[in-house]
């Protein structure tokens, strides 16, 4: 409980972090054909948050560390449709009108999740989800996802953008690691 370090031990109440959760389905999501989606090399993704996001808040200073581990999977920046990769820096200097950027890191290899104490109703109809989904999927019936056996998950972060279309490039990103997570299981 934060009352535990607020009160007991004089902490101040800085932050409330969040975490949204998005479960992967069984089907891939559309990424939007208005953005490319580019992979960048730890070392370009390195120097695209130190020189935009150095001083926001929780900044990790061994970002580098933190991109070269084996667990982020990939950095991927957003941008409009047929623009090409300058490289980091000709980017920060000329950036699109609109772009997004988003990390991976992989959970699943640390540890699993699992729900438990789900009634027999509840996984009698989440599995008729899935079945019915196997059975007719041109319907895109969106089927709940397997919980009650372990599951991994991955954690988006790094998550920044500018300009008029970033929200709809997040979206697109947010599209690119579900399908991404949908591929590895």
């Known amino acids: 409980r934060s009352s535990l370090f607020t009160q007991k031990f004089a902490y101040s109440k800085f932050r409330t972090p969040s975490i949204l959760v998005q479960p992967v389905f069984a089907h891939r999501v559309r990424v939007s054909s208005k953005c490319t989606i580019l992979r960048l090399s730890p070392s370009d993704a390195e120097v695209l948050y130190r020189r935009k996001f150095s001083t926001t808040e929780f900044f990790p200073r061994d970002i580098d560390a933190v991109l070269n581990n084996p667990l982020t999977i990939a950095t991927f920046l957003a941008v409009p449709r047929g623009y090409s990769w300058p490289g980091p820096v000709s980017f ?28 027999r109703v509840g996984k009698g109809l989440a599995r008729t989800s899935r079945v ?30 500018e300009g008029p279309r970033a929200v709809k490039m997040v979206k697109a990103l947010c599209g690119v690691a579900h399908n991404l997570a949908r591929e590895r299981g």
């Open 92 to 119: 920060l200097c000329d950036p699109p009108e609109s772009w997004a950027v988003v990390s991976v890191w992989n959970c699943s290899d640390v540890w699993r999740l699992e729900v438990k104490g789900a009634s």
């Open 132 to 161: 019915l989904d196997q059975a007719l999927p041109w319907l895109r019936i969106p089927s709940f996802p397997e919980l009650f056996r372990p599951f991994g998950l991955h954690f988006l972060y790094g998550l920044g953008g």
